[in-house]
T-cell receptor, first 112, second 113 residues
Framework: QKEVEQDPGPLSVPEGAIVSLNCTYSNSAFQYFMWYRQYSRKGPELLMYTYSSGNKEDGRFTAQVDKSSKYISLFIRDSQPSDSATYLCAMSAGNQGGKLIFGQGTELSVKP | DVKVTQSSRYLVKRTGEKVFLECVQDMDHENMFWYRQDPGLGLRLIYFSYDVKMKEKGDIPEGYSVSREKKERFSLILESASTNQTSMYLC????????????FGQGTRLTVV
């Protein structure tokens, strides 16, 4: 079993839709949770960062962490074609200087 | 502007060749990482380094080695390239401290024929 599981998709939605991306994990030591966005032929870039449980909002993006269920989510409101990318969840226990464990990535396409 | 630069965007090598992938960061970061990215598998950690001349194995170190002689440079070495090492290779760096942001290079697409 992988430490982090993410539905690889692909996921296709119409412009303006609400998108929900999810990851589950098995390591209860994880405390730091991130979402990276990767455009085609580019390296990943940090999109959202959350410590422990709770919600974090940044514009159209909301990250949620439920440590009791070992489940994290990323919501995108009013999705735009420019949101088309691969979204990767990543997690860390915080005790190895930035070592991140990634999910498989979900490929998202937002159609105009 | 922070920058992680990988020496090549695309490489084609023959089976059995020794391959060097170079990565340079200009942010004075202590930590550097090499990942490979494959469809359906996500990013898997090959090796990482906390400091100059220090290295730690990641989840899939077999067939790879690394070198970090200077703080800003982290090299990935494929001792004898094989076709199953055809992949996208991503270098990243971060500051020491609990789970700070990792900055990635643009990736090297390696094809072994």
């Amino acid at each position: 079993q992988k430490e982090v599981e993410q539905d690889p998709g692909p996921l296709s939605v119409p412009e303006g839709a609400i998108v929900s991306l999810n990851c589950t994990y098995s390591n209860s030591a994880f405390q730091y949770f991130m979402w990276y966005r990767q455009y085609s032929r580019k390296g990943p870039e940090l999109l959202m960062y959350t410590y422990s449980s709770g919600n974090k909002e940044d514009g159209r993006f909301t990250a949620q962490v439920d440590k009791s269920s070992k489940y994290i989510s990323l919501f995108i409101r009013d999705s735009q074609p420019s949101d088309s990318a691969t979204y990767l969840c990543a997690m860390s226990a915080g005790n190895q200087g930035g070592k991140l464990i990634f999910g498989q990535g979900t490929e998202l396409s937002v159609k105009p | 502007d922070v920058k992680v630069t990988q020496s090549s965007r695309y490489l084609v090598k023959r089976t059995g060749e020794k391959v060097f992938l170079e990565c340079v960061q200009d942010m004075d970061h202590e930590n550097m990482f090499w990942y490979r990215q494959d469809p359906g598998l996500g990013l898997r950690l090959i090796y990482f380094s906390y400091d100059v001349k220090m290295k730690e194995k990641g989840d899939i170190p077999e067939g790879y080695s690394v070198s970090r002689e200077k703080k800003e440079r982290f090299s990935l070495i494929l001792e004898s390239a094989s076709t199953n090492q055809t992949s996208m290779y991503l270098c990243a760096s971060s500051l020491t401290g609990v789970s700070t942001e990792a900055f990635f290079g643009q990736g090297t697409r390696l094809t072994v024929v």
